[in-house]
């Protein structure tokens, strides 16, 4: 496959989490995020883990498309469907545990805010404080959010979405 290729998949994985159609079935909206949220996650998985094979790798798999796919995983994880923000949970976990690709400046492909994420939800230390009290330190960071922190921004703030 091609670069090109590769990347119109992403997109349309990426595109299917807009998906809040309803029909005589229910809301098959809600199955097609929760397959793009699985679909996304397992992509990044094998592009990542096989990032020292594949020759130009960051045409393949960019930095940034990489950080819209976990704001839009962290999106959903905010979405009002229990079923979806779970998925969106174990696929947000999924990725937050893989190491960086084996390429140069693989610091991009990090996580953004990951030692914040860590710190909030690593160190869950008493069970009345509430997910919107541990968020609240991202919603006041002050540079330009990342796509993932935008996604929990979304939480915090969903006006602002």
């Known amino acids: 496959m091609s670069p090109d290729v590769?990347?119109?998949?992403?997109?349309?994985?990426?595109d299917g989490l807009e998906d809040y159609t309803i029909d005589e079935?229910?809301?098959?909206g809600s199955w097609i995020r929760m397959a793009c949220l699985r679909g996304l996650t397992?992509?990044?998985e094998i592009l990542i883990l096989n990032s020292s094979t594949i020759p130009s790798f960051?045409?393949?798999f960019p930095a940034s498309k990489y950080?819209?796919?976990i704001g839009g995983i962290l999106r959903q994880g905010v979405e009002r469907l229990d079923n979806v923000r779970q998925e969106a949970g174990e696929c947000f976990m999924r990725l937050l545990c893989l190491p960086a690709p084996t390429v140069g400046n693989s610091e991009l492909w990090l996580i953004k805010g990951r030692t914040l994420i860590d710190e909030l939800f690593t160190k869950w230390v008493s069970p009345n404080v509430t997910i919107l009290e541990k968020l609240k330190?991202?919603?006041?960071v002050k540079r330009k959010p990342s796509a993932?922190?935008?996604g929990i921004g979304c939480f915090l703030k969903p006006s602002d979405c």
């Not at 590769?6 to 990426?14: E, I, S, T």
């Not at 330190?137 to 006041?140: A, I």
């Open 6 to 14: 590769v990347n119109g998949l992403l997109d349309a994985l990426q």
């Open 58 to 60: 960051e045409q393949y």
């Open 42 to 44: 397992s992509f990044s």
């Open 67 to 69: 950080q819209m796919v």
């Open 137 to 140: 330190p991202v919603y006041t």
């Open 148 to 150: 993932g922190m935008r």
């Open 25 to 28: 079935r229910g809301d098959v």
